[in-house]
């Protein structure tokens, strides 16, 4: 017998926000800066604009096929077999991000907090901490997160507002040095990033008021894009973009500037404790998402048996994948924003049109 | 590395494959068995030199990124 699990509305906004924020703010601002220079704010905003438009996209989907996410309304559109085959790609986009993920977070504990511990210890630690999440079912995630996720929200604030005395605002000029172009192509990069809240698809149907769906997003989304637009704006106004641009991890350099004189200082470990929160949430989903995804194009009755060996591939992925912050930056950076892009905006703008085209409702 | 993937998944066969044996749930066991298998093979291919799904990844998509993003 399938599970039934519900979400409430609440739990739907703080899953999206710790997904987002945990993920974005491990990996991407730096990135971000990188590409888009001193415009990197405007990269943002612009990208924020975009996934909203994007929330439309699935929040009407997931209206036109109540009860059904994303692999299930593939099935219905075109059918059992090409159905299975496009609904396939989002679990294992899932599931990759999840690799990426924990494997991004496993270097930075190595890199900052524990050099001397091996990067495998650590990733297995954090996924015995997914699977258990996982196994408790998504009702349980979602409520961690609605703990999680305002305590999360008011550190970013809290930590914003230390920042701001130190912020000078003549680093962000000149606007639009090089044009356009950095701002542009900054934007798809961000935006593939913040774009993993399309899992709302898989939250909708088991959300108790599935037409909320869009203002859950539209809500986690502006929240964390407020976040990420803070840290972009307090990391080129505080270490100007020549620094920002290379340093391997923005906001716990952030964080370590943040003192109250002498007393109050070396606050990135309580930093680090809350984002650890947040990324493990976060894997959680994700490896949620895809034993769902994969129960659901197999036609099993339960996906609670397919966890734990989720668990062990996407750490496998993880572990053989990228040998050092290095290669994780590069993929990141050049080959995650594609993939990304067609896997959340491609392929349900074509599930939407062919749903429109074949006059497919559910 | 290998030894640790082997073991978890002879611990995993165990733990979730003798319930679904039990109650005759084929397909799941079917389904779990797949994925462990998959975890063994990628682990495999990285001690063969071979590439992963990552490796594949970054070989499709890096050459069209590195056209439009400016180069680390």
């Known amino acids: 017998m399938r599970e039934k699990e519900v979400i409430s509305t609440n739990q739907f906004i703080w899953m999206l926000f710790c997904i987002i924020t945990s993920f974005t703010g491990l990996h991407v601002i730096r990135l971000v800066i990188f590409q888009a220079r001193r415009d990197a704010w405007l990269s943002v905003i612009l990208a924020w604009v975009l996934d909203v438009l994007l929330a439309v996209v699935y929040a009407?989907?997931?209206i036109r096929f109540p009860g059904q996410n994303m692999i299930q309304y593939s099935m219905t559109i075109l059918g059992k077999r090409l159905g299975k085959i496009i609904g396939i790609s989002f679990?294992?986009?899932?599931?990759?991000?999840?690799?990426?993920?924990?494997?991004?977070?496993?270097?930075?504990?190595?890199?900052?907090f524990f050099p001397k511990t091996p990067v495998a210890l650590i990733l297995i630690s954090s996924y015995l901490v997914v699977s258990y999440a996982v196994l408790k079912g998504i009702e349980s995630i979602g409520r961690v997160c609605e703990i999680l996720g305002p305590f999360f929200l008011f550190s970013c604030i809290v930590l914003f507002l230390f920042f701001i005395p130190d912020v000078k605002i003549d680093r962000l000029k000149p606007q639009l040095e090089a044009g356009l172009y950095p701002a542009l192509t900054g934007t798809p990069l961000i935006l593939s990033f913040i774009g993993i809240c399309i899992i709302m698809g898989m939250y909708i149907p088991i959300c108790n008021h599935p037409e909320n769906g869009f203002t859950a997003k539209f809500t986690a989304v502006s929240l964390g894009t407020f976040v990420i637009l803070s840290l972009v704006i307090s990391t080129i106004g505080i270490f100007s973009y020549p620094q920002a641009k290379n340093m391997i991890n923005v906001s716990l350099e952030l964080t370590r500037f943040v003192h109250l004189g002498d007393f109050f200082e070396r606050v990135e470990a309580i930093w680090l404790m809350i984002i650890i929160g947040a990324a493990i949430t976060a894997s959680a989903s994700m490896i949620w998402a895809f034993s769902v995804g994969i129960s659901q194009i197999v036609g099993l009755n339960t996906y609670k048996p397919l966890v734990l060996p989720a668990i062990l591939v996407s750490f496998v992925i993880g572990i053989t994948s990228f040998k050092n912050s290095l290669d994780l930056v590069n993929f990141s950076l050049y080959s995650y924003p594609l993939m990304a892009i067609l896997v959340e905006t491609g392929l349900e703008m074509f599930l939407f049109f062919a749903a429109l085209i074949l006059k497919k409702k559910g | 590395m290998t030894t640790i993937i082997i073991i978890s998944v002879f611990l995993i066969g165990i733990l979730e494959g003798i319930p679904l044996a039990k109650k005759r749930m084929w397909k799941e066991l079917l389904c779990v068995g797949f994925l462990l298998i998959m975890s063994l093979f990628f682990q495999t291919s990285k001690n063969l030199g071979m590439a992963t799904p990552?490796?594949?990844?970054?070989?499709?998509?890096?050459?069209?990124?590195?056209?439009?993003?400016?180069?680390?």
């Not at chain 1, 986009?93 to 190595?110: A, E, P, Y």
Request: proline share 5%; hydrophobic share 50%; charged share 15%.
């Open chain 1, 91 to 112: 679990p294992i986009f899932f599931l990759l991000v999840s690799s990426i993920l924990q494997r991004g977070l496993s270097i930075i504990l190595n890199t900052v």
């Open chain 1, 60 to 62: 009407y989907m997931g």
């Open chain 2, 54 to 72: 990552i490796d594949l990844i970054e070989k499709l998509f890096e050459p069209i990124g590195k056209t439009f993003l400016n180069k680390l």
